[in-house]
């Protein structure tokens, strides 16, 4: 299989701090890619540089086949890019930026009408065409900002924290329509911070500062997960994340929401234990039971075990 | 260069300079307001100076140097003070800013041929008019007394000057002023309007967006020039019809050469503004960047306001270095001396450089990486 994206030893440093620390890997042809991490792993760094937006301290990198240093009009030309912050012209209207993007990638003639035609639809802005971008609810002005980055057709698209501060519905849509892209043969490379849309991609990085620290099918990270997780649900969930952190046999604690997730050494010995040191520290809680593991579950435990602590 | 991406940029533009009252402000009110305020304000004649007069003589000789003064043109007698004492209040005040005092012996001592001096004060404050008032006055006082002497025969001095004034015939300083006002308009106001275009792009995120794209950096910033050199020239046009009508400025040379140089002009001028804007990356610091490096050198170091040949060496040599100087020349030469290229081509080839190198800042200042 060819690969759409390929990645060695790419490093950026920002004076002393680095962001992206020699990241390798590849992007085969018409995957979803994920990069998952918190904010401040590195993602968005990684995901400029490979747009052209960034230079890379040092370390090579080809997209759509060319050199991201050398290469950067033909790069700019393959690929597609929708930025974290929208970044379309708010005192445009929806038809006004679609046809000033599809100057700037050279879109004309009939394909422009077509192109035109497809985004609107796809992206469900038909009647809003005359509207000015900036008056648009934020779920709108996502699907434009796709359907500008995808006007001209890209090999490549990269789409960083595309549904950030949207609601689950239209998250659900946005992901049909990045599946709807990859069945058509797009690559997909996008980046998240959420765990549950990781699930959707082929394959998914695991970022933390500036490192990937792991890369498979979801389904294979989580069956790499090797120590058993216990979910304490409690009406203390903060507190009680505090007395767990240093309980023996306790690898990892996260909280979410109610709910405190503890990476332990022993099942058998934790689901004995952690009552105890509970009850002696005065919190109570309602169960405790071993579960599956989630993807912030891998995510934690794979931090753990790159011997780190969580970015951001 | 591809056109059609220069030509996405241009439109974008325009539409978003349409729709952004500011932008419309600046380059349409602005200019309109500077020209109408600063064409009435400055004026450099010295007409219907106001005058008191103590006439304590109150005889028929008196009454007809009162008479002399008031016929010239130059004066307004405004007030009559009975005593010698109010004169002083009347300078004070800034009622007026010539007293002329005729003493009581004023009659007897003409009558009589002897000297009869008259009393004539100036407010100094304004040194400036206060001399033209004086030379009005001396002027005024030789041909009344030539007339006393001579009684109404024909006087000829052996040796006169014939003096013949050009280009601005009646030597009215409006002429002067607005030509030179034209250019130094669009020198403050085409590097205000570009100064907010590439910085706006960085603060609002879209350049993020732009930057992603393959459009060269070329196509931006000369994609982005086009709307900003029809509204320049616009101004341009609307000042000199504007000149012609209102203020009733004489055309006299090739309204074609002044359009070339125009545009040649305001390319380097915008595209100053537009490197300003590009190398700070922040709307509100680009443009007092181009207010403060345009506005002060037009106005003092163009020739506009003060004549450079009588500027310090120093300071003269620093005005070659101020584009509007140029275009203040360009202006004035067209428009009253009629002159053509066989004069202008120093000007012109000055503002062909202001345009190549304001562009290639502009450009080179331009990053399409973010940091």
Redesign the interface.
């Given at each position: 299989m060819a690969e759409a994206v390929q990645v060695s030893q790419l490093t950026r440093r920002f004076g002393d701090f680095t962001a992206v620390d020699r990241v390798s890997f590849d992007v085969h042809e018409g995957e979803i890619f994920g990069f998952l991490g918190p904010n401040g792993a590195g993602k968005t760094t990684t995901i400029k540089m490979l747009t052209g937006l960034l230079r890379p301290t040092s370390g090579d990198a080809r997209v759509a086949g060319f050199d991201v240093l050398k290469q950067i009009d033909k790069v700019k030309r393959s690929i597609g890019y929708m930025s974290q912050l929208f970044s379309l012209y708010p005192d445009l209207t929806v038809l006004e930026n679609i046809q000033l993007f599809a100057g700037l990638y050279g879109v004309e003639g009939d394909r422009l009408d077509r192109r035109k035609d497809w985004v609107l639809e796809m992206a469900r802005l038909d009647e809003y065409q005359d509207r000015l971008t900036g008056e648009l609810p934020l779920g709108h002005k996502q699907r434009l900002a796709l359907g500008c980055a995808v006007l001209h057709e890209p090999l490549v698209l990269f789409l960083d924290e595309p549904t950030s501060g949207v609601d689950p519905i239209s998250r659900r849509n946005f992901w049909d329509l990045i599946y709807g892209f990859a069945e058509d043969g797009t690559t997909v490379f996008v980046s998240t911070h959420y765990m549950e849309e990781a699930e959707y991609c082929h394959r998914i990085a695991v970022m933390n500062r500036g490192s990937i620290i792991a890369l498979d099918q979801p389904g294979s990270l989580k069956d790499a997960i090797r120590e058993p997780i216990l979910e304490v649900t409690t009406a203390d969930a903060p507190r009680v994340v505090e007395v767990l952190r240093d309980a023996p046999g306790v690898l990892e604690v996260t909280m979410f929401g109610r709910a405190v997730h503890a990476m332990v050494e022993d099942q058998a010995v934790a689901e004995r234990q952690i009552p105890e040191i509970l009850a002696a520290a005065g919190y109570s809680f309602e169960s405790i039971r071993p579960i599956e593991p989630s993807l912030e579950d891998v995510f934690v435990s794979f931090v753990h075990r790159s011997g780190g602590t969580v970015a951001g | 260069m591809?056109p059609?991406?220069l030509?996405?940029?241009a439109?974008?533009e325009a539409?978003?300079l349409r729709?952004?009252p500011r932008s419309l402000g600046m380059a349409f009110l602005l200019p309109a307001a500077l020209l109408l305020f600063f064409g009435y304000a400055i004026s450099y004649d010295v007409n219907n100076i106001e005058m008191a007069v103590l006439d304590e003589s109150n005889s028929e000789r008196s009454r007809g140097l009162i008479h002399a003064f008031e016929s010239s043109g130059y004066f307004d007698i405004v007030e009559y003070p009975a005593r010698y004492e109010d004169v002083d209040e009347l300078l004070q005040r800034a009622k007026v800013l010539a007293v002329l005092v005729i003493p009581p012996s004023f009659d007897r001592d003409l009558a009589a041929g002897r000297d009869a001096p008259v009393q004539l004060l100036l407010d100094g404050s304004d040194a400036n008019s206060a001399t033209i008032a004086q030379n009005y006055a001396a002027a005024i006082m030789i041909r009344y007394s030539s007339d006393v002497l001579l009684r109404g025969r024909r006087f000829v001095l052996p040796a006169q000057a014939e003096t013949r004034v050009w280009y601005n015939e009646t030597l009215e300083s409006r002429n002067m002023i607005v030509p030179g006002l034209v250019a130094v308009i669009m020198s403050i106001i085409a590097a205000m309007l570009t100064a907010l275009t590439i910085a706006r792009e960085w603060e609002?995120?879209?350049?993020?967006?732009?930057?992603?794209?393959?459009?060269?950096r070329l196509e931006v910033v000369i994609g982005k020039l086009v709307p900003y050199v029809g509204i320049g020239l616009f101004d341009v046009a609307l000042a000199i019809v504007a000149g012609l009508l209102i203020f009733g400025v004489p055309l006299r040379g090739n309204i074609l050469l002044l359009t070339g140089l125009t545009l040649l002009f305001l390319i380097g001028a915008l595209s100053f503004g537009m490197f300003i804007s590009a190398a700070v990356k922040s709307q509100v610091l680009a443009s007092q960047i181009a207010i403060q490096t345009t506005y002060l050198p037009a106005i003092l170091l163009s020739g506009f306001m003060f004549s450079i040949s009588t500027m310090p060496i120093a300071l003269q040599v620093v005005t070659y270095a101020v584009p509007a100087r140029y275009y203040v020349s360009v202006t004035k030469g067209i428009f009253l001396k009629g002159v053509g290229p066989e004069v202008l081509w120093v000007q012109g080839l000055a503002m062909i450089i202001f345009a190549t190198v304001g562009l290639t800042l502009a450009i080179r200042s331009f990053r399409?990486?973010?940091e």
């Open positions: - | 591809n059609g991406r030509w996405a940029m439109r974008k539409i978003q729709r952004d609002r995120g879209t350049m993020e967006q732009l930057a992603a794209t393959p459009v060269h399409k990486e973010l």
